[in-house]
């Protein structure tokens, strides 16, 4: 007996269904806690567009000095989260635990930006 499994994705935001390659699973954080949608491409530019000017605003943390270490550390943890997130939603396998390729948070850094 053969099974087959069907994932649907959904547009969080408007409950639409998404067909197979659209729709995008976005990262992103804010105080300190990280968060995961999935949206249609429309609400995905509309996302990113609300956040534009705050984002043109803001300071990356990870580019400024920090204080303490306990708060590079907390940072980089974060930080580390939020890559493996976006990566496995991009399609790339990575670990739970571990070192993450340089190669892979490069592609994580460049499309946060």
Do not use: C
């Amino acid at each position: 007996m053969a099974q087959k499994i069907v994932t649907t994705l959904v547009d969080d935001l408007d409950g639409s269904e998404l067909k197979q390659g659209e729709g995008k699973t976005i990262t992103f954080g804010l105080e300190g806690s990280i968060y995961e949608i999935d949206l249609s491409e429309k609400n995905e530019k509309a996302l990113r567009a609300a956040l534009e000017p705050f984002l043109k605003a803001a300071r990356n943390p990870s580019k400024s000095k920090s204080t303490s270490s306990a708060s590079s550390t907390r940072s980089n943890k974060e930080e580390l989260s939020a890559a493996r997130s976006w990566l496995r939603a991009n399609g790339h396998d990575v670990s739970d635990r571990g070192r993450i390729p340089a190669t892979l948070l490069e592609k994580f850094r460049s499309a946060a930006k």
